[in-house]
């Protein structure tokens, strides 16, 4: 298996700009979560589902950011405008059933500008 | 609510000395915790997990940690450091009590010397 597997691996944006971010879990994985890594915050949970469906999006900093599965080998982050703030290493982790483990993907390194 | 503590920034060690690197946690139902490691530009690799049963769990590497229920504590343990060992580790917890959600503690940087 080629583990969790996330594009682009950096992208640099002005702000303004709508940036995508792709993920594509490890098959047969039940879980996926999106997270975002600051020096200053550290790693925080943004969302995640389960088989397909958002169960907790609290993490959400705003509107501005949305999240969708449209099915179980896909997601998107999106955010839409972007700001400098929201430069972060991104990253998307899978997870099989209960309660085990997850695995993170390489992540993708967003600035903006 | 769930909370996970790593007191120290930084922990240094020479090489072939034993490591800890502390954690503790908070939770309202029984824990599920887990140490992560994360070396530069890549993902977060998990380590080990403590579910339920043994309270010394052997994970990748050698590491090991120690579940203390009644420190609510999770410290990862090595017996002889290696400088390839030097990365940044990550507690993590979850209760048992229904929700998926993991809380990451701020991380370690471990640093072993040569």
């Known amino acids: 298996d080629a583990g969790v597997i996330q594009s682009p691996r950096h992208e640099v944006t002005e702000m303004g700009q709508e940036v995508t971010l792709r993920c594509k879990p490890i098959s047969g994985h039940d879980y996926l979560f999106w997270y975002r890594q600051t020096m200053m915050r550290g790693l925080e949970l943004l969302i995640y589902f389960n088989n397909n469906v958002p169960i907790d999006d609290s993490g959400m900093p705003e509107d501005r950011f949305s999240a969708k599965m449209p099915n179980a080998s896909f997601s998107t982050l999106k955010i839409q405008p972007s700001e400098p703030r929201d430069s972060a290493v991104y990253f998307c982790?899978?997870?099989?059933?209960?309660?085990?483990?997850?695995?993170f993907g390489p992540g993708t390194r967003l600035t903006v500008l | 609510a769930q909370s996970v503590a790593q007191p120290e920034d930084q922990v240094n060690v020479a090489e072939g000395n034993p490591l800890t690197v502390k954690c503790t946690y908070s939770v309202s139902g029984n824990p599920y915790l887990f140490w992560y490691v994360q070396y530069p530009n890549r993902g977060l690799q998990f380590l080990l997990k403590y579910i339920t049963g043994d309270n010394l769990v052997k994970g990748s590497y050698g590491f090991e940690a120690e579940f203390n229920k009644s420190q609510t504590s999770f410290h990862l343990k090595k017996p002889s450091a290696l400088v390839s060992d030097s990365a940044l580790y990550f507690c993590a917890v979850r209760d048992n009590t229904g929700g998926f959600k993991t809380i990451f503690g701020a991380g370690t940087r471990l640093f072993v010397k040569a």
């Open positions: 982790a899978s997870s099989s059933t209960d309660p085990n483990e997850q695995f």
